[in-house]
C-alpha cells in the first residue's frame, strides 16, 4: 500500500479554536474515532502557528521513562548531543525537564498522542507536566477512552477545553478529492467526485484509503502493460 500525507482541508473553526486556547495557557483535548484526523489537525496547527510556538509531539502509549528521555532530546538537543539518553536516570531526567532553561524561547505545545490505558504512573507524570505550569498541553484521546479514564485526564489537567472532532465537511470533502484529482492525475470526472463524497461522507479515513489505492493502481498499470506485451512477444 502507497501512503500519501493528507491533503489538508477545512477544519477552521477547530484551527482557531487550539490556537485560541493556546494562547490563554490553556490545554486542549481533542476527542474523536480513530481515523478522524485528530493528529493531522494538530500537525496543521503547528504548522500554522509555528512562530508563535514550539510544538513536541510524543507518543504517549509509550512508559513515562521513555517519554520523559524522548522530550529531553526534544527540547534540550545541545544537552542530548553530550549524553546518551537512554543511559539517563528517569529521575534526572525529570529533574532536567523541569529546571533547566529551555533552549527554545517560544512557550512550548506538549503533544501527547495515543493517550490510552492510563496507568498511574502515567497520571502522576500527567499531573506533573501540567502542575509545573512550564507546557501547555494537547492530550489527543479516543472516544472510546473509558468516561473514568477521561475524568482522571480531565482532573490531572484542570485548566483544559475539549475538542471533539467529527466528519468533515461536504465542501471540505469534494475539495480533497479535486486537489487528489488534479495533482495526482487521476482525471476524475465530477460525478466521480461527487459518489466518493456520498460514498465516505467526510470520513479522513475512508477519503485518504480511497486516494491511496488509487495511487497504487496507477503505478501498477505500467507493470500490468509491460507484462502483456512480454505475452504478445
Not at 15 to 30: A, D, K, M
Not at 37 to 43: E, I, Q
Not at 78 to 102: C, D, E, G, R, V
Request: proline content about 5%.
Amino acid at each position: 500500500m502507497v501512503h500519501v500525507p493528507m491533503y489538508f482541508v477545512g477544519r477552521f473553526r477547530e484551527t482557531r479554536f487550539i490556537i485560541n486556547t493556546l494562547r490563554r495557557g490553556e490545554h486542549v483535548v481533542i476527542a474523536g474515532r480513530f481515523g478522524m484526523g485528530r493528529t493531522s489537525l494538530v500537525r496543521h496547527v503547528s504548522r500554522v502557528a509555528t512562530n508563535a510556538f514550539r510544538f513536541v509531539f510524543v507518543d504517549f502509549s509509550s512508559p513515562p521513562a521513555d517519554i520523559c528521555r524522548q522530550l529531553l532530546m526534544e527540547m534540550f538537543p545541545h544537552y542530548a548531543a553530550m549524553h546518551n539518553p537512554t543511559s539517563i536516570p528517569y529521575k534526572h531526567a525529570i529533574f532536567h525537564l523541569f529546571s533547566q532553561p529551555l533552549e527554545d524561547p517560544r512557550p512550548h505545545v506538549l503533544v501527547l498522542d495515543n493517550i490510552e490505558r492510563l496507568s498511574r504512573q502515567k497520571l502522576i507524570f500527567l499531573r506533573r507536566l501540567a502542575s509545573e505550569k512550564r507546557f501547555t498541553i494537547i492530550a489527543i484521546i479516543a472516544t472510546s477512552l473509558p468516561e473514568h479514564q477521561y475524568q482522571q485526564v480531565r482532573v490531572a489537567l484542570l485548566n483544559m477545553r475539549r475538542l471533539s472532532l467529527g466528519h468533515l465537511d461536504k465542501k471540505s470533502t469534494r475539495e480533497y478529492f479535486t486537489y487528489c484529482s488534479s495533482c495526482y492525475g487521476f482525471n476524475w470526472t465530477d460525478d466521480r467526485i461527487k459518489s466518493l463524497c456520498i460514498r465516505t461522507q467526510g470520513y479522513p479515513l475512508s477519503m485518504k484509503e480511497i486516494v491511496d489505492n488509487e495511487r497504487r493502481a496507477l503505478q501498477l498499470m505500467p507493470m500490468k502493460e509491460d507484462n502483456r506485451a512480454d505475452m504478445r512477444h
